[in-house]
C-alpha cells in the first residue's frame, strides 16, 4: 500500500518561499509520477508540477512556472517542491500525488496548507 506524507505548509507573507516535502512508502517507485495539486477554498482541485522518478521529467501550471520547481530524491522516495515568490492567489491545500502516468493518478498524500498573506 502505498503512503503519500506532506509536510513543510505554513503561513508566509507575499514574496517569500517554502519548500513542501512528499515522502512516500510501501513499493520501489521507479517507473512512475509524482505530482502536487492544490485545492483553495470553493475551487476545484487543480495541477501544479509533476517528476517522474525515473528521468526527472518536469512539467508545470503555467500559473506556478517560473517560481515553483519540482525535484526527487530517490534514495529517500521523497518529492520536494520548491515555492518562491509566493502569492496571495497560491493559498491552498496542497496534495501530493503518485501514480502511471503524468495525467493518471492512483495515491493521494492527505495535504498541507499554504497560506500567502498580503
Known amino acids: 500500500q502505498v503512503q503519500l506524507v506532506e509536510s513543510g505548509g505554513g503561513l508566509v507573507q507575499a514574496g517569500g518561499s517554502l519548500r513542501l516535502s512528499c515522502a512516500a512508502s510501501g513499493r520501489t517507485f521507479s517507473n512512475s509520477y509524482m505530482g502536487w495539486f492544490r485545492q483553495a477554498p470553493g475551487k476545484e482541485r487543480e495541477f501544479v508540477a509533476a517528476?517522474?522518478?525515473?528521468?526527472?521529467?518536469?512539467n508545470y501550471a503555467a500559473s506556478v512556472k517560473g517560481r515553483f520547481t519540482i525535484s526527487r530524491d530517490n534514495a529517500k522516495n521523497t518529492v520536494y517542491l520548491q515555492m518562491n515568490s509566493l502569492k496571495p492567489e497560491d493559498t491552498a491545500v496542497y496534495y501530493c500525488?503518485?501514480?502511471?502516468?503524468?495525467?493518471?493518478?492512483?495515491?493521494w498524500g492527505q495535504g498541507t496548507q499554504v497560506t500567502v498573506s498580503s
Open positions: 500525488a503518485e501514480g502511471p502516468a503524468i495525467t493518471m493518478y492512483n495515491y
Open positions: 517528476i517522474s522518478w525515473s528521468r526527472g521529467y518536469t
